[in-house]
């Protein structure tokens, strides 16, 4: 393709993209924002302390994540000890723990009345519990539990990348353990790093489960936002809405900063290392050990979570264990096929939404990187600006656009739709299809699309011969993550569904009004169960 | 790949398969048992009428119905405090052209004005306890109660922002306290005492009696019709009406303005009041008729029980319809969390 030709493309994509994502926002911002919400926001201190709480807890939220994810892909993908291979997907399970369910798990598990509050209380003899599951320390704790795999898979896919010789060659070099690391391995997995940084800064940024439910007083600007909205206080609402975008987008030109846009390449043939068998016994033991523990309590909430699901309707009081365990609840979701089709419902969303946004990753990847048309940064910020805005109000934004009919502004009547949620999904989906296929395409070697080229191999061929299969860690990564976020997604679902696309979360929130606790979990189980399958066939390699 | 296209295409046809009749749909904060009865009962006298429902909190109901103004996708509102009702129909999200014929056995109050809706049901506030914890005596018997040193640390609170219910008790107390005093500070100053007496603000309404039969919590304000529903799935609480008197909900039912089905979401509202209804709602899933002419021996015992054991308090609902957003407002930035 010519260059000329790339720029025309990269300047359609651009526009695209700035149609799905940023136009929205724009009619929402020119919609309701006006000078006395403005000065509303500014005076009032309550809207600063929650813009504060909203950044703090997102860079805390970074910290943590990377302190136990990086941490962790090192150990499984540079050591062999028993189990590695069972432990290595294990790791990974929070991510298939749906957001709202998850929360809930939390609160059976940690919460003052759940098993191990319950336990310690008895254990010690106390008359109260020993603690209480709330304000910021709460939301972290669930934060860097769901969030920490961001970096775990993302690191694991940036050091499967690298070329054992260039470890060797630093080695030869007289580069000592720790130099090799700082000088040589880190650099090749940076983009990966920065990939789950920005990732997990805007999750944290849009996060709404976790705060919502274990806020109580202490307000971040989503919460914040979701008050001010019941309140009927729309144009402040969209004030802070802007607030929290700007955040977002300063958030990610700084991480974007740290990156570098350099092309860091491994020569060769491109072998990752083999994981190293831990040598000492002693110490593969006790890594055996640590890794089997440490799975554990990363699959406690699960647990919990089909434990809570074979609880029939009120019958768990102050026990404990739950006296009465059955599979009633499982027995209700699948008799009554209207329980089924949201399940369909939210299958097929997820499946269109995440192919549509592969598709769009994998031209905005080869433009970006192999062509650097002129328009790379901006693409990559549409890329990454989905992630930053809390659902509820991009589903908003996107309800307000495509309830008009004024095809002159581009705005059509999509709302009432099948169209309209999967097209949500698709744009909260571009991010994580995004970032990891960027990161893939940065750790490849133009030179081997070049050779491909030059040995004779056309366009297509190199494509699916050279190219796809070099990014396909990336890429599956990326994907299994969207689509299991897109099948797990409360808050958008929530404002655009119709009666025709009710997706399977909103389903559960249903549950949860009834007090149907038991059949909420059931269906958290059910989409546990689906998004582990697919994460499963996206890990493997 | 291929075969994920595949299956893909199947699921897609499965979705996009329909049937010959009329789609009704209707949003509605009442929950799966009341409009499953409704989805049912409406089906067999309108077989030419597939009811349809979506399930959510009435202040989503209203969110929902605003931003979808442009291409209203519910044919019928059903269920939410008048105040939020009130509030849609000064927004023109309402159609306010024919009246039910049941319209005139419903009390004055419960009707809004230009027939934009009306009262179906009653939904009083109750205190809430643990009957494994405490006694009915035991338990707080009115409002002023709750300020009791015992209760200290012992009550929680639906997070009154998000829930019609709360919202219509807070309004309660700052217009008791307006009343008495002509300024809202009295009020608040109460409102102020709750707060150092609450233990957690709850977001879901399901953790509610769910906190309380755990007694995570001794006492807490929630609806009766949720407490009977409990109770009769098994949960261990009991309820108390304030003696000074609870609020009762009007909880109405309206057609959303620029419905493509005009005709059949009327006739639905004309069925929900009508006399069988009325009745059938009473006895299977514990709702309090709005309508005032149904025959008191066909009316279930509860019924009874609660019209003479409840006292309702004289409310200025026109006034909290008007003031309720600011005085939210002002409970959530100065009052919330101050108390302690």
Not at chain 2, 180 to 195: K, P, S
Request: with cysteine.
């Amino acid at each position: 393709m010519s260059r000329r030709a790339a720029e025309l493309t990269a300047l359609a994509l651009t526009l695209l993209l700035a149609w799905i994502v940023l136009y929205p926002i724009l009619i929402v911002a020119t919609d309701a924002a006006d000078a006395s919400a403005l000065r509303a926001f500014v005076s009032r201190p309550g809207e600063w302390a929650a813009l504060w709480a909203s950044i703090w807890i997102s860079l805390a939220s970074v910290a943590l994540a990377a302190a136990i994810g990086i941490p962790l892909a090192f150990l499984f993908e540079w050591f062999e000890f028993p189990g590695r291979k069972t432990l290595g997907s294990l790791v990974a399970l929070p991510v298939v723990l749906p957001p709202l369910v998850g929360v809930i798990a939390f609160l059976f598990l940690y919460g003052e009345s759940g098993f191990i509050a319950r336990a310690v209380q008895a254990l010690l003899g106390l008359e109260r519990a020993p603690w209480r599951l709330q304000g910021p320390g709460a939301i972290l704790l669930v934060h860097a539990y769901s969030m920490y795999v961001y970096f775990y898979l993302f690191t694991r896919a940036g050091l499967a990348r690298l070329d054992v010789s260039m470890l060797e060659a630093a080695q030869a070099l007289g580069a000592g353990r720790r130099a090799t690391l700082r000088r040589v391995v880190l650099p090749l997995v940076r983009p990966a790093l920065v990939g789950a940084a920005i990732l997990t800064f805007m999750t944290a940024l849009g996060s709404f489960s976790a705060p919502y439910i274990f806020g109580g007083g202490f307000r971040v600007m989503t919460t914040q936002i979701v008050a001010t909205k019941l309140n009927g206080d729309l144009p402040l609402a969209m004030v802070e809405t802007l607030a929290l975008a700007l955040v977002a987008i300063v958030g990610l030109v700084l991480l974007r900063r740290t990156e570098g846009d350099a092309i860091l390449v491994a020569l060769g043939k491109g072998t990752a290392p083999r994981p190293r068998p831990i040598r000492r016994r002693g110490i593969r033991l006790a890594a055996a050990a640590a890794g089997w523990g440490l799975a554990v309590v990363l699959l406690l909430p699960h647990l919990t979570l089909g434990l809570v699901s074979l609880v029939p309707y009120g019958a768990w009081t102050t026990e404990i264990i739950p006296p009465v365990l059955n599979f009633e609840n499982y027995r209700r979701l699948f008799s009554e096929a209207e329980r089924l089709r949201p399940l369909l419902n939210s299958v097929w969303m997820a499946a269109v939404s995440t192919a549509a946004a592969v598709i769009l990753a994998l031209l905005a990847g080869w433009l970006i990187v192999r062509r650097r048309v002129a328009v790379r940064r901006a693409i990559e910020g549409l890329l990454a600006l989905p992630w930053a805005l809390p659902g509820t109000v991009f589903a908003i934004a996107l309800a307000t656009t495509f309830s008009v009919n004024a095809p002159a502004r581009l705005r059509l009547v999509l709302v009432g739709t099948a169209v309209i949620l999967p097209l949500a999904y698709l744009v909260r989906a571009l991010p994580l299809a995004g970032r990891g296929l960027l990161a893939a395409y940065r750790q490849m070697d133009p030179a081997l699309e070049e050779a491909a080229a030059s040995l004779g191999a056309g366009r297509w061929r190199t494509v699916t011969r050279v190219t796809l299969p070099q990014l396909k860690p990336g890429l599956a990564a990326g994907a299994s993550l969207a689509f299991v976020a897109a099948l797990g997604d409360i808050v958008a679902s929530i404002v655009l569904y119709t009666y025709e696309t009710r997706p399977i979360a909103i389903e559960i929130l249903s549950s949860l009004r009834l007090s149907e606790t038991g059949v909420a979990a059931a269906f958290g189980v059910v989409l546990m169960v689906v998004s582990a399958l697919v994460l499963g066939v996206g890990a493997r390699r | 790949m291929f075969r994920s296209l595949c299956v893909i295409g199947v699921l897609l046809a499965a979705g996009c398969r329909g049937d010959s009749r009329t789609p009704l749909v209707i949003y509605s904060p009442h929950g799966r048992d009341l409009l499953t009865l409704f989805e049912r009962r409406f089906e067999a006298v309108r077989p030419d009428v597939d009811v349809r429902w979506l399930d959510m909190g009435s202040q989503e109901v209203y969110d929902r119905v605003r931003s979808e103004r442009a291409n209203p996708q519910a044919d019928v509102w059903f269920g939410g405090p008048s105040l939020i009702f009130a509030s849609a129909a000064r927004d023109s999200l309402l159609d306010c052209g024919a009246a039910p014929t049941w319209m005139d056995a419903i009390a004055p109050r419960g009707r809004g004005a230009g027939r934009c809706y009306l009262a179906a049901y009653e939904t009083p506030a109750v205190l809430l306890y643990p009957e494994e914890a405490l006694s009915a005596a035991e338990a707080p018997q009115d409002w002023d109660d709750l300020l009791d040193p015992r209760w200290r640390g012992q009550v929680i609170i639906r997070d009154p922002l998000a829930s019609g219910t709360m919202r219509a008790v807070w309004g309660l107390i700052i217009s008791r306290g307006l009343a008495a005093t002509g300024d809202t500070g009295a009020g608040f100053a109460w409102l102020r005492r709750l707060d150092g007496q609450t233990k957690e603000y709850v977001q879901n309404p399901a953790l509610v009696s769910e906190k309380i039969a755990r007694q995570e919590a001794l006492v807490t304000v929630w609806d009766l019709p949720d407490v009977l529903i409990s109770r009769r799935r098994g949960m261990r609480i009991g309820y108390v009406f304030p003696r000074s008197g609870t609020v009762a909900i009007e909880d109405g039912i309206g057609v959303v303005r620029g419905t493509k089905r005009l005709a059949a979401a009327r006739a639905f509202v004309e069925f929900v009041g009508g006399t069988e209804m009325q009745l059938a709602a009473a006895r299977d899933v514990f709702r309090l008729p709005a309508r005032l002419d149904l025959p008191a021996d066909s009316l279930p015992d509860w019924v009874r029980d609660v019209r003479r054991r409840m006292v309702v308090a004289d409310v200025d609902w026109s006034l909290i319809a008007e003031r309720g957003p600011d005085w939210m407002r002002w409970w959530d930035q100065h009052v919330r969390g101050t108390g302690r």
